[in-house]
């Protein structure tokens, strides 16, 4: 891929379609895509610290050469940034740079900037224009496609937020080269979902590529842009999550789980090493319910220790609160169906499904299981290795 | 019209449609008729002090007996509740109650309650169902109606919220009854723009028949129903406001000012009657514009003064910032489109019509005529009488 041909994918959605540019020098063409699709409008950009210190300059370069100079909102970086403090910071900052329904707001960091972002495009005027600058990888793979945009409430996480697509999405590849190790393999983890979802040929390719994924070759922008497929395609199927769409939950319930018994803190876990968590013990629960085979449990394990990802609870630093507790997290989850668990499953590695009903017991004892903190007394269970415990190389 | 024959509107919204059910006794039926269309969900009902005071128990007398025991949550009642603030409170306390996306959020209250329980179903898990049982005499024949929720921010009214369409309205009238005088009257405003919007024969009914509609006989449903035809009308022809839904707006441009003019307070001026002010006025614009004739705004403000609200500027108790001010008010406004004022103005009596481009500088000038404490220096404009300009009754 060069510098000057980015790759585009379309998210079907009818009046409501718009394209996914990805590929290098994005940030130094967001004027010229932005004001294509939306001519003469005014933008806000909202940012967070990290962002605006790498890449601010570049992308007020970009926007300058169509004219557009936009007010800018830089929030501090990190998950707890998605509160409604920060949200009403957002609303009342683009209100008071007097923008218009017509005009945008931009989107420029992560998966925690895109869903604030776009939760505040969407209330402000009851809906305002809105693109995509995703600069994490989890964001340029996930989190900027699709319109599911939300803030976390004490009561859980993205418990709050619309549905507002945006017009537009610039993934720039080269903003990667700025992401801290640990955030690109939490990203990855997002991005080896869709092919433990139904691509098992994309997860097999991984296997092969994830090195020259990992040191920015061509093969990083190739595994972004099928990611993005993957991802359109779901949210063309199922736009509002009525069905399909919650495949993309693979390893999410568990992660979920995991990240708020660890205060979504950031320093002890970050939302895509949660889901690299949650896969792996999504497949090693699909084989413990005869589902999968254990093969694939262990591929799967293999290929997130190979990619230095965390793959079970034991990989968590610090304690963590005990399985029951675990339990309640998920049944405080949004995923949960009048009373029933509802769990993404798996028959194999790109055969995931939906899976309603899974009895609170079964969660629970594969939970004891699972746990570091009480795998000791359950003889059979395959015993962490204190030595790797708490060392996970970062 | 008898106790327990209520009409149906219907707002045709294809898979959205939904019933509005007008008539006496509809608390005493609530359950029957949710359950009847939302079978096995749990409710949670957002409610304000004076409402809760007067029929929160028959209404939960109502939900009882189709086994519904809701959670309850009273706000404080008034315009300040539509904050930031109250709508973290109550979704805060949906999810508290462990709601789930498919059980209902119940709004209580007047159009202060219905904009923000609307807007907190809209956002808790990106979309509750959503019942308005509205209780004030404007938010049955206007605010409960077309999916329009949303609160205030410090730089203007509504200006942050979602469209979400409820699922079923109750309007029982009985529950008028208890409804201060003065929150009747102004919601009378509101039913009245629908005559001078597009209704002219309704007008010319109301211009017969207010007093019966203020007593409370048959003709206060009758005109009720007949303004949620005229609502939901526009509403199933433009549900996103990108055209013919502005022509609601009728009045609420300089009833908008007024009310920002006045912080808001209630006490100096309440919606309904910036709008009654804002009728008038939109009236008497037009004529001076030599759009209408002199004898329908004269004709408006007759009426309007006939039941007791505010026509007029100088109707509104204390002093109100100069004309630049509420100028600056009116292009703060949301219905401001790039930089271009926009008015709905009229040809008479039933013909209401959006007009784009109004200058700046007529609306200044309309502005200084009308002004009570600007009125003096210009001979030749109506002088308020100072006797009655301070004591409208209440
Ligand atoms: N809306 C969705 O569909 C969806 C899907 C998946 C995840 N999410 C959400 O996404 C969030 C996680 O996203 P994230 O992992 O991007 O988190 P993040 O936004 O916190 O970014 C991770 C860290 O990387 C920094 N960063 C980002 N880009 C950088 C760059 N180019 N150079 C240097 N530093 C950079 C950020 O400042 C931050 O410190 C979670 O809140 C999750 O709920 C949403
Ligand atoms: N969403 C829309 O489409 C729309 C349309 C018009 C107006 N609105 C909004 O509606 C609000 C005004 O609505 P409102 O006039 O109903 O105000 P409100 O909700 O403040 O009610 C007015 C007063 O009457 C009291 N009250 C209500 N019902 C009562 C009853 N049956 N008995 C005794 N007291 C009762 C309330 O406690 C309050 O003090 C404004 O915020 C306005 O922006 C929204
Ligand atoms: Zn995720
Ligand atoms: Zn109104």
Redesign the interface.
């Known amino acids: 891929m060069s510098a000057d041909q980015p790759v585009t994918v379309e998210v079907g959605l009818g009046d409501r379609a718009y394209d996914i540019l990805i590929g290098s020098g994005l940030l130094s063409r967001a004027g010229t895509e932005i004001s294509r699709r939306l001519p003469g409008t005014r933008a806000a950009v909202i940012t967070d610290a990290n962002v605006a210190a790498a890449h601010l300059d570049a992308l007020k370069d970009g926007l300058e050469k169509s004219d557009i100079q936009p007010a800018v909102i830089t929030l501090p970086p990190g998950e707890k940034t998605k509160s409604?403090a920060h949200?009403?910071e957002v609303?009342?900052g683009v209100?008071?740079a007097?923008l218009?329904?017509?005009d945008i707001v931009i989107a420029f960091g992560g998966g925690v900037i895109g869903d604030l972002a776009g939760f505040a495009a969407?209330?402000?005027?009851?809906?305002m224009n809105f693109v995509q600058i995703p600069t994490s990888l989890l964001a340029q793979v996930d989190s900027s496609v699709g319109g599911?945009t939300?803030i976390n409430?004490?009561?859980?996480k993205n418990?709050?937020?619309?549905?507002h697509q945006p017009k537009l999405v610039l993934a720039d590849t080269e903003v990667l080269d700025t992401l801290p190790i640990r955030e690109f393999r939490a990203g990855y983890a997002e991005l080896a979902k869709y092919g433990l979802i139904d691509r098992p040929a994309f997860f097999a390719w991984l296997e092969e590529n994830w090195a020259r994924v990992f040191a920015g070759g061509p093969e990083r922008a190739q595994a972004i842009a099928e990611a993005c497929r993957a991802k359109a395609d779901v949210v063309a199927r199922d736009e509002f999550e009525t069905g399909d769409r919650a495949l993309l939950n693979l390893g999410h319930t568990f992660g979920h789980a995991l990240e708020a018994a660890t205060q979504y803190g950031g320093t002890r876990l970050v939302h895509g090493e949660g889901v690299a968590i949650g896969m792996a013990l999504a497949h090693r629960f699909s084989s413990r319910l005869n589902l999968a085979s254990p093969d694939d449990a262990a591929r799967v394990e293999a290929h997130l220790r190979a990619v230095g990802l965390p793959w079970r609870m034991a990989d968590i630093p610090g304690d963590l609160p005990d399985a029951e507790a675990l339990l309640s997290f998920i049944a405080?989850d949004?995923k949960?169906?009048?009373g029933a668990l509802t769990f993404i499953l798996t028959r194999g590695i790109g055969q995931a499904f939906i899976a309603k009903d899974v009895p609170a017991s079964e969660v629970l004892s594969f939970l004891k299981e699972s746990h570091p903190g009480e795998q000791e007394s359950r003889p059979g269970q395959q015993k962490s290795r204190p030595s790797q415990q708490k060392s996970r190389p970062r």
Chains 1, 2 share one sequence.
């Open positions: 409604f949200l009403e609303v009342d209100l008071a007097r218009e329904r017509g969407g209330i402000v005027r009851r809906g599911k939300g409430s004490a009561r859980g418990l709050v937020g619309v549905f405080q949004k949960v169906s009048r």
